[in-house]
């Protein structure tokens, strides 16, 4: 799908250069002639300009907060209640937040950190299963974490790269067509 779209854009883009050498010279359409090269470098550097505050700049993370187990009991409720919001802004609740192998964990929210770093938080022991994922910024009340991840329960991971706060490490395919795309114009 990813290449078919790259196909396609590549085309389009072709046949505007032909419009726009063939209204300015009106003697060659050969997108890759000698004259229209200029006309390439110039329209790859702009791609790769255009592509760059997104690849680097831009993190999306995913924002959700587990819902509690109901037969989790209401002193222990109150407790993570105050443990949580000591210590964070939680996002909402999501069924799915705690369930991220789940095939239909994709449609859990996902938001735009900018420069920020994703943040995933899990508590499991005996019956209790609390999960939640954000921004650094907008998710911890405390002083900012190092990039890695904390062993025990409550653990918590910080991570860099797009949709990292889910447990398999993956980038955003978005972030891969866009440097597909500037590849398959640099040729």
């Known amino acids: 799908m990813l290449m078919i779209t790259a196909f396609c854009l ?32 110039f329209f790859n550097v702009f791609l790769f300009l255009f592509t760059l505050p997104h690849l680097i700049v831009s993190t999306r993370c995913y924002f959700c907060t587990s819902m509690l187990s109901s037969d989790i009991d209401d002193s222990a409720k109150e407790a993570m209640k105050n443990l949580v919001y000591t ?38 022991e005996k019956n209790l299963h609390f999960v939640m994922r954000g921004c650094e910024k907008s998710l ?17 991971c910080v991570c860099e790269s797009d949709l990292c706060n889910h447990s398999p490490i993956s980038n955003s395919p978005a972030n891969i067509a866009l440097i597909l795309l500037f590849i398959a114009f640099m040729w």
């Open 140 to 156: 911890s009340r405390v002083a900012p974490l190092e990039p890695s991840c904390t062993t025990g329960s409550p653990s918590v």
């Open 10 to 41: 590549k085309h389009c883009l072709e046949r505007i250069i032909r419009s726009f050498s063939s209204q300015c010279s009106r003697k060659s359409t050969d997108v890759l002639s000698e004259k229209n090269y200029p006309m390439l470098i």
């Open 87 to 124: 210590n964070f802004n939680p996002p909402p609740t999501h069924e799915l937040c705690a369930l991220s192998d789940d095939i239909e964990f994709r449609i859990v929210q996902q938001i735009d950190c900018g420069d920020d770093r994703c943040v995933l938080v899990k508590a499991f």
